[in-house]
Every structure is written in structure tokens, then in C-alpha cells.
């Protein structure tokens, strides 16, 4: 209290804004009235002289006190509001950029795969005009390819879970889809090419050639050894003792994993940014929600096929990603997050 109170108050008030000392200056301007009635110098006292004891102002009422401290509160949400309103206003701003920046990183992803394309189309042809039927080119169009490489893909799935399917008698069953479908392939490809599928450029026709080595041994591992042991009448053990240098054709299912790496190696990956791939990836991931609602109240041993299926799917997708993007996938802002979530 006293003069010494008001200039306190004073000083205060000037550390907190024109709000703040607007309140305590009109505390002060009390305090400095209050304090000069109380200090008033009866006649014959001596203003220097420092021994006498100094009266005691009274305190600042209670009520005076909380009202100053509710104007205080009342100014500490004023600028906490300000400051809300300035950090809205900075993201309002802000956004419209990150979008735009995130549209022009991805129209250069899609931009990258056409102009990978334009380049492949620039290049020498890999194999001469085919001279088979033209209702055959779908053989070398753009869905076709992608069909062989999911079947693939596929097949050494199958390969790495065959247990599982030997377990639930579905190994032969697979095996004789995936080879058929082998077959089907190699015919469709030899009708359009013709001699030029085994005849050309060693890297071209090499490939080719695995292909008939894998259906070759496939048709002599799974379908001729059953039969000449039909035919022979020898039991299992016996069929399996007269041709058991056939045995050495089961190593060409391996080989079948030659043909995933040369779909990754020399396939086109444009047409994973495609809007169809797009809507299949969703129906996919749709599907393995319900996939797994169904888990909880379903009990069935197939289930670990399934995932894996779906696990194989997602597997083929980052790798096109990877292949596509390069090395740009781990750093590209647009789709950072949702990368690295894949």
C-alpha cells in the first residue's frame, strides 16, 4: 500500500500491455490517494528524520485484488484467442499450398511412367512382326501380361505354401491349373510369333525357350509319370523306382521364379498408376476387411492361404511401386506417408 505500492502497481502494469496498465494504474491512482491521507505530516514532525517509525498502510481489500486478478484473466484470454485465430489463419494459408504441391508431385509420378513408355515405344522392336492372325495381338497387349505375371506370382505362392495345400489336398488340383495355364500361354504366344518366339536374339528367345523347358517338365512330372504308371501297372513305389530320373524335372518349377524376376525386370509398370489398378487394389483391401471379420466367427484352415493371397497381392504392388518410382519412392513428399506405410 502507500506511494510505494502505487508505483509498484504502476510498474507492473506496464509489463503486462496497454490492457494491463490501464487496470493497474487505476489501482494505483487509489492506492496513491489512500496513501497520501495516511501520510499526512502532523505540524512540528521533521520529514527527514528516518528514526521515527513510519505508520503502516492498511492492506488492499480483498475485493480490489480479485478484481484486478480477473481482468488479468480476462486480458490472458484475449491474447490466447488472438493467437488462435492467427495460427487458424496461418493454415487456412497454408493448405492450399501443401495440396498444390502434393498434385504437382504426383501429375510428375504419372508424367515419369508416360515418358518411360514413349521411351520403350521409341525403341528398337525386341521381336519382328509377328506373322500370326491379327486377332492374336491381344497376346501382346497390356492386360494379357499382367494376367501371366498374377498367375505367376500365384504359382510360387503356391510353391512356398505347398505344405499347407498338400494338408488340405489341394496341391495336385493347383498344380495342374497353373500348368494348363502354362500350356494355354506358350500355344497363344507360338500361334502369333511363330518361328520367331524360339528363333531371334539370344536375351529375346531365351526366355522363351525357359518357357517350354517348365511346361515340358511339367507335363512329364505331373501328367506322364501317373500314366506310364497306370499303364505299366506297377504300383507307386515301383513307378517311382523306373522313373526316377524324372525326378530331376521337379527342379524346373523352381525355374518358374525366373519368370516372376523377368516380369519385374522387363515389365511395364505405367499401368500400376492407372485408375483400373486403383479400383482393383481398393476391391482388394475391401475384400481382405471383410476377409477379416469373417476369421473371427469362421474357424477354417484355409484362412492362411487366403492372407497369404492377399499378402502376395500387396507384395506385387510395392514392388511395381518400386520399380516404378526408383528411388524417389522413399523421399517423394507427395505419397512420404503412404509409402512407407505400404
Known amino acids: 500500500g502507500g506511494p510505494n505500492g502505487a508505483s509498484s502497481l504502476a510498474r ?37 528524520d528516518t528514526d521515527e517509525p513510519q505508520p503502516k498502510s492498511p492492506p488492499v481489500p480483498l475485493e480490489v485484488l480479485r478484481e484486478e486478478r ?61 506373322p500370326g492372325p491379327p486377332y492374336l495381338a491381344w497376346v501382346e497387349g497390356s492386360i494379357f501380361p499382367v494376367v501371366s505375371n498374377v498367375i505367376v506370382a500365384l504359382n510360387l505362392a503356391s510353391m512356398i505354401f505347398s505344405v499347407q495345400l498338400e494338408h488340405l489336398g489341394l496341391a495336385d488340383p493347383v498344380d495342374n491349373i497353373f500348368l494348363v495355364w502354362y500350356i494355354f500361354e506358350l500355344g497363344a504366344k507360338a500361334a502369333y510369333h511363330q518361328r520367331n518366339l524360339f528363333l531371334g536374339k539370344l536375351q529375346i528367345v531365351s526366355w522363351n525357350w525357359l518357357d517350354l523347358m517348365i511346361v515340358l517338365g511339367g507335363i512329364l512330372d505331373q501328367w506322364l509319370m501317373a500314366m506310364i504308371a497306370t499303364l505299366s501297372g506297377a504300383g507307386p513305389g ?30 511395364d509398370a505405367s499401368w500400376t498408376t492407372h485408375p483400373p489398378f486403383e479400383i482393383f487394389m481398393s476391391g482388394v ?28 497381392v500387396y507384395t506385387f504392388e510395392l514392388i511395381m511401386k518400386l520399380k516404378l518410382q526408383g528411388c524417389t519412392f522413399f523421399y517423394n513428399i507427395g505419397n512420404l506417408i503412404w509409402n512407407y506405410l505400404d
Open 12 to 48: 507492473r502494469g506496464s509489463r503486462l500491455g496497454l490492457g494491463g496498465t490501464v487496470v493497474l494504474r487505476s489501482a494505483a491512482m487509489q492506492l496513491s490517494q489512500r496513501g497520501q491521507m495516511q501520510y499526512t505530516l502532523l505540524p512540528g514532525t521533521d520529514c527527514d
Open 70 to 130: 480477473g481482468k488479468l484473466d480476462e486480458l490472458e484470454q484475449d491474447v490466447l484467442t488472438r493467437l488462435e485465430n492467427f495460427n487458424l489463419l496461418w493454415e487456412s494459408r497454408r493448405e492450399p499450398l501443401a495440396k498444390e504441391l502434393e498434385a504437382v508431385q504426383s501429375q510428375k509420378v504419372k508424367l515419369d511412367a508416360d515418358i518411360i513408355f514413349a521411351e520403350q515405344l521409341l525403341k528398337e522392336p525386341e521381336m519382328p512382326e509377328p
Open 238 to 267: 515301383g513307378a517311382a523306382n523306373a522313373l526316377g530320373a524324372i525326378k530331376f524335372l521337379r527342379f524346373l518349377r523352381v525355374l518358374r521364379i525366373l519368370k516372376f524376376v523377368r516380369a519385374v525386370l522387363e515389365g
Open 285 to 312: 483391401i475391401a475384400m481382405n476387411a471383410v476377409v477379416m471379420s469373417l476369421e473371427l466367427d469362421v474357424q477354417w484352415s484355409g484362412w492362411v492361404i487366403v492372407e497369404n493371397a492377399f499378402m502376395l
